[in-house]
């Protein structure tokens, strides 16, 4: 199972009229990071950073002079996520933003029946709260220490070890990759119950006479209706 763990920056909060200037996302196989990511600042096109959205991303006009633009972006980015489940943090608000670019560019926009809401999973397990990036991430002992700024590849890293501990934690992963594992590790275990059961003669015992008198003695000593006494024939 492919999954793409992603998030976006924007220049504010109204997507009819704002932009996406940051996207980042990285992929899970099987609910493990594999190592391929995405990432892009983008050009907004003239369209100004509101002050309160730079507070929290810390990204500037200047730092977007000379990044590609959406349209630029959008054929690498939709390469990376095709046939994934998308995840995202109060994913309502990152789709709606880039459903927006999509559609300035003509392309379809995504179906939510691919969308995985970590916001809403996190409401229905923690329904008291608080469930920001930040709060998971301390409820479940991730380091965020470097999130002085909300960024996206940052945030679909920390994203991707919240998502994991949502959905029942890194043993239940290991759960999941034991039971869709190749059939040839089910064949080792066959191969070996044959192994044994081909075997010409037994082992021969490694218990000395002393150690079974020995045992027999303790033996008796644990009353008439002990399990032992069954076990030996007693």
Known sequence: MREIIFDTETTGLDSRDDRVIELGGIELVNRFPTGKT???YINPQGRPIHAEAQAVHGI????LAGKPTFAEIAEEWLAFIDGAKLVAHNATFDVGFLNVEFGRLGHPVIDNGRVVDTLALARRKHPMGPNSLDALCRRYGIDNTRRT???ALLDSELLAEVYIELIGG???ALIL????APARGNENVRQIEITISQ????LAPRLTEAERAAHAGMVAT???KALWLKVLGN
Do not use: I, V, W, Y
């Open 38 to 40: 995405f990432h892009h």
């Open 60 to 63: 500037s006009a200047a730092d």
């Open 149 to 151: 700024k909300h960024g």
């Open 170 to 172: 890194k043993q239940a």
């Open 177 to 180: 990759d034991s039971a869709t």
């Open 199 to 202: 075997r010409p003669a037994p």
């Open 222 to 224: 644990l009353g008439e």
